[in-house]
């Protein structure tokens, strides 16, 4: 069985920074790439930010220059480093994970359960 498992979410006044973790377990062969969504209240769920098992990573526009996303592959872990914080940043955060895992192989994509962010003085 595979597992996500987010940690870090939390209240923090604009401007401010928070550092959130998912790391993943499991019988897992490879991790082709995770993710960091967000769902704001009344709004549909975006990527945030992606990075691929090479170390590609992408970001929506909105949070170019102030977050940061990054992996630790011995730790099948990856971080959303997010700095100079809004209050349009708040949303429930979800970590996304594609895997390969299991004898034989086997394709899986799972979604964490959720971090809440709040950003508000």
């Known amino acids: 069985q595979v597992q996500l498992e987010e940690s870090g979410g939390g209240l923090v006044q604009p401007g401010g920074s928070l550092k959130l973790s998912c790391a993943a377990s499991g019988d897992i062969i490879s991790i082709p790439a995770m993710g960091w969504y967000r769902q704001a209240p009344g709004k549909e769920r975006e990527l945030v930010a992606s990075i691929t098992n090479a170390g590609g990573t992408s970001y929506t526009d909105s949070v170019k220059d102030r977050f940061t996303i990054s992996r630790d592959y011995a730790k099948k872990t990856v971080y959303l480093q997010m700095n100079s914080l809004k209050d349009e940043d708040t949303a429930v955060y979800y970590c996304?994970?594609?895997?390969?895992?299991?004898?034989?192989?086997?394709?899986?994509?799972?979604w964490g359960r959720g971090s809440l962010v709040t950003v508000s003085s």
């Open positions: 996304h994970a594609e895997f390969y895992y299991g004898r034989p192989h086997r394709y899986l994509e799972l």
